[in-house]
């Protein structure tokens, strides 16, 4: 009787330790996302001085002379996009390596957070939160808020949002 107690306690152990199916995805998908985003951005630190300020200026020299045949509340809409595309794209160069880096950052949390996750460790959740954090108000902080960055990081925040939600649904299973 004492074997049957000491074989029912160990599977009771296993059960309670067993990862659901659901944070498994979430942390699979967040491994490849997040792995890609990491290449991504060491990458980035590589061809950095690819695009230059002229070339921004004759697109936008083409942009204007472009938007003579739209009307005006068009156009104060495009310019307004092209103000914020500017800005952003000038601030984008000027900072290109702490952003990569703070993208690389993020990214490496995000892995972190993940793996811990995937451990059944609470700390990943958290780890995975600051990751999320860190990749949208450092970006936002550097680049400025406008119109596009908005749209940008907005997007971002809407589905780190989602995710963050997702694993704190499996909270209950992180010790």
Same mark, same amino acid.
């Given at each position: 009787m004492?074997?049957q107690?000491?074989?029912?306690?160990?599977e009771?152990?296993?059960?309670k330790n067993?990862r659901?199916?659901f944070?498994?995805?979430l942390?699979?998908?967040?491994?490849?996302?997040?792995?890609y985003n990491?290449?991504?951005s060491?990458?980035g630190?590589?061809?950095?001085?690819?695009?230059?300020?002229?070339q921004?200026?004759?697109?936008?020299?083409?942009?204007?002379?472009?938007?003579?045949?739209?009307?005006?509340?068009?156009r104060?809409?495009i310019?307004?996009?092209m103000? *914020? !595309?500017s800005?952003? =794209? @000038?601030?984008?160069?000027?900072?290109?390596m702490?952003?990569g880096?703070?993208?690389?950052l993020?990214a490496?949390?995000?892995v972190?957070?993940?793996?811990?996750?995937?451990k059944?460790?609470?700390g990943?959740?958290?780890?995975?939160?600051?990751?999320?954090?860190?990749g949208?108000?450092?970006?936002l902080?550097?680049?400025?808020v406008?119109?596009?960055?908005?749209?940008?990081f907005?997007f *971002? !925040?809407?589905v780190? =949002? @989602?995710f963050?939600?997702?694993?704190?649904?499996?909270a209950?299973?992180?010790s």
């Amino acid at each position: 009787m004492t074997d049957q107690a000491i074989d029912s306690s160990q599977e009771f152990k296993v059960e309670k330790n067993k990862r659901p199916t659901f944070l498994t995805v979430l942390c699979i998908l967040t491994f490849v996302v997040s792995g890609y985003n990491f290449f991504e951005s060491a990458f980035g630190l590589f061809v950095t001085d690819s695009f230059d300020q002229s070339q921004w200026t004759e697109i936008s020299e083409q942009m204007s002379e472009a938007m003579n045949d739209v009307d005006s509340e068009s156009r104060e809409v495009i310019e307004r996009m092209m103000n *914020a !595309a500017s800005e952003t =794209i @000038v601030a984008g160069m000027e900072n290109a390596m702490v952003l990569g880096l703070v993208e690389m950052l993020a990214a490496a949390l995000s892995v972190i957070g993940a793996l811990l996750m995937f451990k059944l460790k609470m700390g990943g959740y958290y780890t995975y939160i600051l990751a999320k954090l860190v990749g949208v108000i450092v970006p936002l902080a550097i680049l400025g808020v406008n119109l596009l960055t908005g749209i940008i990081f907005g997007f *971002a !925040a809407f589905v780190s =949002i @989602v995710f963050i939600i997702l694993y704190g649904l499996n909270a209950k299973h992180l010790s």
